[in-house]
DNA sequence: CGCCCCATGTAAGACGTTACATGATTGA
DNA sequence: TCAATCATGTAACGTCTTACATGGGGCG
């Protein structure tokens, strides 16, 4: 019925809510408090997000009620909404995914092992590492092409984002040592 | 008039007009083929950025008359359009900045030299480092906080962030130190 | 002549931000 | 009782996305 994508937003909500039903209030508290700062905390964005999740049949929510309590919404996942955040942690890492959405990546590699399993954060990992390895010479590539041209700060700017990305790239090999450690065969090209 | 702050968008448009008078098309084309891939080089994005930045006096368009040669409009900044820039890049680095709007300082950063001048660039680097070095160690006590109740997943997803705030740390120290080679002396607290 | 690139735009819709608004409950 | 916190919302506004629309010019 709906073609539209769940928001940035909205699968933050589905990630948390999998891991622990929880109020708008409570969602806040965990975007305002944690490193997942990146989300907004406004009630402005939550509640509507929450809202329009319902609306499509992902969540739940429930009035919490007991003596002496306030008035409060609890809203859990349903099997749609579970159905619908592992397709989204599942989808392969694509170059676009690296280049514009490196936020989301990382959303979903930290739902996946709660919400799908390991072996789910294995593939995430892999495509990740596989997109990385393909793009990082790209931007090697245009930074000598520039060189010449740039000023000193926007060569700087753009090493800054080659280092970001190798930074990634040697935190996923890492991150799949773990894995391979811990138990998970990876799929076909682990370290090695 | 307006107290709206400049989109990012359109910040980095006053950017790239600063260093060169351009069309529509041809920032379309700088979005869709350099690492400023992070910005839309969709039409319904760029135009009416450029119509909003117009409004409001920080650019002017002039249609290219030439024979034979296609409509084509080329803008630039005016004055207003100048002082606005610097004034969004010479503001301090604050700790919001660097958990939200990573990507807004590296741009800041990388127009700073040609619109400003290398000392802003330095100052950006200060500001940045400093903010880079009171959050890290925050980052790092909620890791350990954290490390018994978290998913392996979750857990390598914060450190990931970690790292990559570390390695723009080394980054940004690095940076001040090609500029301290360079000529300028940062105001108070360069290398040593 | 037809196709592709140049070049500019508009319209509908979704989303997030900011600001405002409301009311219940706890604790000083 | 008064303030702070819990808890939920709405409205206006600006912006981005997606998709559509238009037309000139070069080239085979």
Known sequence: MRKVATSR???ALLGLLQQKPSSGYDL???FSTTAMTTYSDSPGAIYPALQRLQQRGLVRGSIESGA???RRQV???TAQGTAELRKWIVRPVLRADVIRGLDEVMLRFAFSEQAVGPSASV???QSLQAELASYIPDLHAQLSAGKATMPTSGRLALESGIKGYECLLRWARGALGTYAREKIAPAKDGRR
């Open 68 to 70: 002496g309590l306030r």
């Open 9 to 11: 937003l909205g699968c």
């Open 75 to 77: 809203f859990h996942l």
């Open 123 to 125: 593939r995430i990992l």
């Open 28 to 30: 806040r508290k965990i």
